[in-house]
């Protein structure tokens, strides 16, 4: 989600591509997990205690945990907990309840057997305004349209078109601040993956490309600032905003998620599950 300046760029082989699915597909599994535990009452820091237990588990390792990029001092937790107005990086922490009637993006990243899994999720605590319900969907649907555009030969800034094109006509926002990115071997790499654009912009994309697509979307003006933690990051007038994440690999003719729960299809369930598109 930060600014990439290395431009080299890696294109994963089959052997590489296998082990991208185990790292996601466990991402997947623990974000899902986390979404069926954001329930009022419990604290963001019970949600990273969940995580942290899970990576214990399966002998894996949660990446933003001590991650130094893009904030003042390393990132002290092991997931980001952002709830409501708060666009990504969240910390979580003691005094954040979840109450009836918020919702929270929950963003997991593993690194399993050298790779990185990294997925985002909005999630309702409890029963959720028609506000909010309608801001998730189509930030989900932002997701999905952007996937269903990524294809060998065609540029990185078709992602942020299909993104634009699903969330603004319904009078949302796209934060323009904090970008998709390649992922592999390194949590952020080359491409920068933008949420806005155009079709002629960008990087070409390559069969073997991993990037992440991560579309924060707002109820207001997309603005955001950074709270006094030095991590937390918020929209400026203080709307709603909500998240959805996957990992992809770009194939010969078309793309495969990396984070998604088996059996599910990425392309019907929203990341964590939370909401299902007919
Ligand atoms: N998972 C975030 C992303 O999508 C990055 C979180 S890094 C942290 O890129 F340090 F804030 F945890
Ligand atoms: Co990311
Ligand atoms: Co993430």
Not at 111 to 133: A, L, M, Y
Request: net charge negative; aromatic share 6%; proline share 5%.
């Amino acid at each position: 989600m930060f600014k990439v300046r290395k431009r080299q760029l890696e294109l994963l082989s089959q052997a590489e591509i296998v082990k991208m699915r185990a790292a996601g597909q466990l991402a997947a599994t623990l974000l899902k997990k986390l979404g069926a535990a954001a329930e009022p009452g419990m604290t963001t820091l019970d949600l990273d205690e969940i995580a942290v237990a899970f990576v214990k588990e399966h002998d894996v390792v949660s990446a933003p945990y001590l991650y130094q990029g893009g904030g003042p001092y390393p990132f002290p937790k092991s997931i980001c907990t952002s709830l409501n107005q708060v666009v990504c990086h969240g910390i979580p922490n003691k005094k954040d309840v979840l109450k009836e009637g918020d919702i929270i993006s929950i963003d997991v990243t593993l690194i399993k057997d050298g790779f990185h899994g990294d997925t985002c999720g909005t999630f309702f605590v409890g029963e959720v305004s028609e506000e909010k319900r309608k801001l998730t969907e189509i930030t989900a649907a932002s997701l999905i349209a952007a996937l269903k555009v990524v294809k060998a030969g065609r540029r990185i800034g078709a992602i942020g078109a299909a993104i634009q094109k699903t969330a603004e006509p319904a009078g949302y926002s796209v934060v323009k601040e904090f970008q998709g990115h390649g992922i592999g071997r390194k949590f952020h790499t080359a491409p920068d993956v933008p949420h806005f654009g155009r079709q002629t912009d960008g990087a070409k994309m390559r069969a073997g490309m991993a990037f992440t697509i991560e579309p924060m979307i707002n109820v207001g003006d997309w603005p955001t600032k950074i709270m006094e933690d030095g991590w937390t990051a918020e929209t400026a007038d203080g709307s709603l905003c909500a998240q959805f994440e996957h990992t992809i690999v770009v194939t010969d003719d078309g793309m495969e998620v990396m984070t998604v729960v088996g059996g599910d299809d990425p392309l019907m369930v929203s990341p964590g599950g939370s909401i299902r598109f007919a």
